[in-house]
C-alpha cells in the first residue's frame, strides 16, 4: 500500500525479504526487481533465488521459486524507486534555519528551509523546505522554489561565460546583471554550476533533476520536468 501502485501477486502472498539486492546478487531472502526492457526477465524469474520480485505485468511466468513472491506490475522501476525511498530515505542531520541567522543574511529564507554550515548565501530568495547540502554558494538574484534539494559544491548564479575581444586582441568580460529561477520540487545533485542569465533570466522549471558536474549556461530555459 505504501507504494500506492497496483499490481498484483503470483505465489506467496504473505512473504518477508530482508534486503534489496541487484538480480546477480540475489539470495534466498532477497527482494529484486526486473526491468521492463529487460530480453531475459522470464529466464531470470524461473533461475533466481530472490524470495521476492517485482516485474512487469507484461511478462509471461512460465515458472518461479515455489517459495517466491512475484509481484506484477505495470512499471517495475517505479515500484522499486518507492521502496528504496519507503525503506533507506534517511532524514538530513542539519537543523531548519534559526530566527537568528535568518537576520544575518541578505538572503530571503522562508519556512522550513534547512540549510548546512559552510554554504554561502547572497542576496537570494529560499523558498519553504529547501534543503541545502553544505559548501554550496547561492548568488544574488537567485530564487529557490518549495522542496527543492541543493548538494554540496554547486553553484547557483554565478556569472556567464560572455566576453568581447577588443581591437588589441584582449578579452573584455560583459557583465552580467540578470537572474536565475529554480522552480519547485527541483533536485540539483553535487558540483554543479549554474549561470544567471545576462540581462534576463536562466530558468530551471519545477520538477527538473540535474546530475553532478553539470554546468548550465546562461539564459538557458529547462523545462518542467526535465
Same mark, same amino acid.
Given at each position: 500500500?505504501?507504494?500506492?501502485?497496483?499490481?498484483?501477486? &503470483? *505465489?506467496?502472498?504473505?512473504?518477508?525479504?530482508? #534486503?534489496?539486492? $541487484?538480480?546477480?546478487?540475489?539470495?534466498? !531472502?532477497?527482494?529484486?526487481?526486473?526491468?521492463?526492457?529487460?530480453?531475459?526477465?522470464?529466464?531470470?524469474?524461473?533461475?533466481?533465488?530472490?524470495?521476492?520480485?517485482?516485474?512487469?505485468?507484461?511478462?509471461?511466468?512460465?515458472?518461479?521459486?515455489?517459495?517466491?513472491?512475484?509481484? &506484477?506490475? @505495470?512499471?517495475?522501476? &517505479?515500484?522499486?524507486?518507492?521502496?528504496? !525511498? &519507503?525503506?533507506?530515505?534517511?532524514?538530513?542531520?542539519?537543523?531548519?534555519?534559526?530566527?537568528? #541567522? @535568518?537576520?544575518?543574511?541578505?538572503?530571503?529564507?522562508?519556512?522550513?528551509?534547512?540549510?548546512?554550515?559552510?554554504?554561502?548565501?547572497?542576496?537570494?530568495?529560499?523558498? $519553504?523546505?529547501?534543503?541545502?547540502?553544505?559548501?554550496?554558494?547561492?548568488?544574488?538574484?537567485?530564487?529557490?522554489?518549495?522542496?527543492?534539494?541543493?548538494?554540496?559544491?554547486?553553484? +547557483?548564479?554565478?556569472?556567464?561565460?560572455?566576453?568581447?575581444? =577588443? @581591437?588589441? *586582441?584582449?578579452? #573584455?568580460?560583459?557583465?552580467?546583471? *540578470?537572474?536565475? $529561477?529554480?522552480?519547485?520540487?527541483? #533536485?540539483?545533485?553535487?558540483?554543479?554550476?549554474?549561470?544567471?542569465? %545576462? +540581462?534576463?533570466?536562466?530558468?530551471?522549471? $519545477?520538477?527538473?533533476?540535474?546530475?553532478?558536474?553539470?554546468?548550465? =549556461?546562461?539564459?538557458?530555459?529547462? *523545462? @518542467?520536468? %526535465?
Amino acid at each position: 500500500n505504501a507504494t500506492r501502485l497496483s499490481y498484483s501477486i &503470483l *505465489g506467496e502472498a504473505d512473504n518477508f525479504f530482508s #534486503e534489496i539486492t $541487484e538480480a546477480k546478487d540475489a539470495h534466498q !531472502s532477497s527482494l529484486i526487481w526486473i526491468s521492463n526492457t529487460n530480453r531475459d526477465a522470464a529466464s531470470i524469474l524461473a533461475n533466481t533465488p530472490a524470495r521476492v520480485v517485482i516485474i512487469s505485468q507484461d511478462t509471461v511466468v512460465n515458472d518461479f521459486c515455489s517459495l517466491a513472491s512475484v509481484v &506484477l506490475t @505495470k512499471d517495475p522501476r &517505479l515500484m522499486f524507486c518507492r521502496l528504496m !525511498s &519507503l525503506l533507506y530515505d534517511k532524514p538530513h542531520t542539519f537543523e531548519q534555519v534559526s530566527q537568528l #541567522e @535568518k537576520h544575518k543574511s541578505s538572503a530571503k529564507i522562508l519556512a522550513g528551509v534547512c540549510l548546512a554550515k559552510n554554504s554561502f548565501l547572497g542576496a537570494c530568495t529560499i523558498h $519553504e523546505n529547501a534543503i541545502i547540502y553544505p559548501d554550496v554558494s547561492i548568488y544574488d538574484n537567485v530564487t529557490v522554489g518549495k522542496n527543492c534539494v541543493i548538494h554540496s559544491g554547486s553553484v +547557483l548564479g554565478v556569472d556567464g561565460f560572455g566576453i568581447a575581444k =577588443a @581591437k588589441n *586582441g584582449h578579452y #573584455e568580460k560583459i557583465i552580467h546583471i *540578470g537572474s536565475l $529561477e529554480i522552480g519547485d520540487n527541483v #533536485e540539483i545533485f553535487a558540483n554543479v554550476s549554474i549561470a544567471r542569465g %545576462t +540581462l534576463s533570466k536562466t530558468k530551471i522549471l $519545477e520538477g527538473c533533476k540535474i546530475n553532478n558536474n553539470c554546468h548550465i =549556461a546562461h539564459n538557458v530555459f529547462i *523545462g @518542467k520536468n %526535465t
